[in-house]
């Protein structure tokens, strides 16, 4: 079964910073790779999707991510952070024709002025 | 927005007792499923349905059932709820092609068992 581990927990940046937030999957087959993003007391909204091709792929908000099929990896990127990028977000990862979407344990970025 | 209304969204009670909550859609969608979210695990899906009467089980799906009568609600039940299963819970809805296709969250509904 596959599954995904976000490297950290919390992450605290100053604005107008780079960030960027871990994610590693673990799956035997080819995979479909997702980014959400959590504001405070709302539900998920979607950053950004790998399902093929090109492996930089660019989400709403400024955010980017690379998928990386050696490293089994999909970090999220932004150059430069605003305090609205202040949300918890989640990597998400499901089987390629699989009724099954599975979440990393979020990781919540908090940006200070 | 995707039009998904989630109801209640807070509700508490006590140990022991039946709590349903409903997730109604108007977007005509197939799919709907119902994840629960705690800190340290992320969301965790207990079923998911693929029409009408057509419901499976995801990873939690211990003490919760679930009924889809129309495609536009999607029902979950905790026929004896107790404290652990005290969590935020989200409905999502898409339009198919699971693996390729985007999910859209309500609101969440905040539960809390005594």
């Known amino acids: 079964a596959q599954s995904v581990t976000q490297l950290d927990s919390q992450v605290p940046v100053f604005e107008e910073a780079p960030v960027e937030l871990r994610c590693n999957y673990s799956s035997s087959v080819s995979v479909y790779l997702f980014w959400y993003v959590q504001y405070p007391n709302q539900g998920l909204q979607l950053l950004l999707k790998?399902?093929?091709?090109?492996?930089l792929v660019k989400g709403i908000n400024g955010f980017e991510a690379e998928f990386n099929k050696s490293q089994t990896s999909f970090h999220l990127r932004k150059p430069s952070v605003h305090i609205s990028d202040t949300a918890e977000y989640f990597c998400?990862?499901?089987?390629?024709?699989?009724?099954?979407?599975?979440f990393g344990q979020g990781t919540r970025l908090t940006i200070n002025p | 927005d995707a039009g998904i209304t989630q109801s209640p969204r807070h509700k508490v009670t006590e140990t022991g007792t039946p709590v349903t909550l409903r997730c109604h859609q108007t977007e005509n969608h197939r799919y709907m499923y119902w994840y629960r979210q705690d800190p340290g695990h992320g969301l965790r899906l207990i079923h998911y349905?693929?029409?009408?009467?057509d419901t499976d089980k995801g990873e939690v799906s211990d003490g919760y059932s679930v009924s889809r009568s129309k495609t536009e609600d999607f029902l979950l039940t905790l026929e004896s709820a107790t404290s652990s299963q005290t969590s935020v819970y989200f409905c999502a809805i898409s339009s198919g092609g699971w693996g390729t296709g985007e999910l859209f969250f309500g609101e969440g509904s905040r539960l809390t068992v005594l």
């Open positions: 998400a990862v499901s089987l390629q024709g699989a009724q099954k979407l599975v």
């Open positions: 790998y399902l093929s091709g090109s492996t």
């Open positions: 349905s693929y029409g009408v009467k």
